[in-house]
């Protein structure tokens, strides 16, 4: 069975730092670009980032970039977030996705986790 | 990375027609074939409907369909069911390896 599971979520502190997983399993993980879609409460979805096979090629969102980064483990079938000086505005249902391609180029997602919530606030 | 823009709300009657729009600029829907649908139910994540504008997923009914013209993507559901009632959102490649979604559009099947 194709599946992700995300982990790494939880309560955080404006200004600190949260790190999200995901592990994927049930196909060939190196094969596809991977994605972070995020929702905030009661909103819509927010494509936050996406690395491609081989990392060669990672894309963020204007809203994250400079805080947040990608990364993914082939060894481990594991895609990352790391996410730096956290805002209020970054509260949200964080998605692991992957993609139908294997760049960045996204030709649409095709698998999504059910997600890991993530609440910033003092 | 400005958000393409979706109608709040459509409805339809089981059986009618209806046909939600999705509308971008040059840079990202005008630019590429890229365009994909998802279907979202409430507490459940998104579903793919359609990808590269015009493709279903093996498993999507063929009562959905996609379009382009131009700067604006459409998504059509045809013989509408109450399964169908959901919220959908449309995504587009927006170049340097980045994704535009839209704001989303609640369905109602009256």
């Known amino acids: 069975e194709v599946q992700l599971v995300e982990s790494g979520g939880g309560l955080v502190q404006p200004g600190r730092s949260l790190r999200l997983s995901c592990a994927a399993s049930?196909?060939?993980?190196?094969?596809?670009?991977m994605h972070w879609v995020r929702q905030a409460p009661g909103k819509g979805l927010e494509w936050v980032s996406g690395?491609?096979?081989?990392?060669?090629?990672?894309a963020y969102a204007d809203s994250v970039k400079g805080r947040f980064t990608i990364s993914r483990d082939s060894a481990k079938n594991s895609l990352s977030l790391q996410m730096n000086s956290l805002r209020a505005e970054d509260t949200a249902l964080y998605y692991c996705?992957?993609?139908?391609?294997?760049?960045?180029?996204?030709?649409?997602?095709?698998?999504w986790g059910q997600g890991t919530t993530v609440t910033v606030s003092s | 990375q400005s958000a393409l823009t979706q109608p709040a709300s459509v409805s339809g009657s089981p059986g009618q027609s209806i046909t939600i729009s999705c509308t971008g600029t040059?840079?990202?829907?005008?630019?590429?074939?890229?365009v994909s649908w998802y279907q979202q139910h409430p507490g459940k994540a998104p579903k793919l409907m359609i990808h590269?504008?015009?493709r279903r997923p093996s498993g999507v009914s063929d009562r959905f369909s996609g379009s382009k013209s131009g700067n604006t993507a459409s998504l059509t559901i045809s013989g509408l069911q109450a399964e169908d009632e959901a919220r959908y959102y449309c995504?587009?490649?927006?170049?340097?390896?980045?994704?535009?979604f839209g704001g989303g559009t609640n369905l109602t099947v009256l």
């Open positions: 590269e504008g015009t």
């Open positions: 995504s587009s490649y927006a170049g340097r390896g980045t994704l535009v």
């Open positions: 049930g196909f060939t993980f190196d094969d596809y670009a």
């Open positions: 690395i491609s096979w081989n990392s060669g090629s990672i």
């Open positions: 040059s840079s990202d829907v005008g630019s590429y074939e890229l």
């Open positions: 996705v992957k993609d139908r391609n294997y760049d960045t180029l996204t030709y649409g997602m095709d698998v």
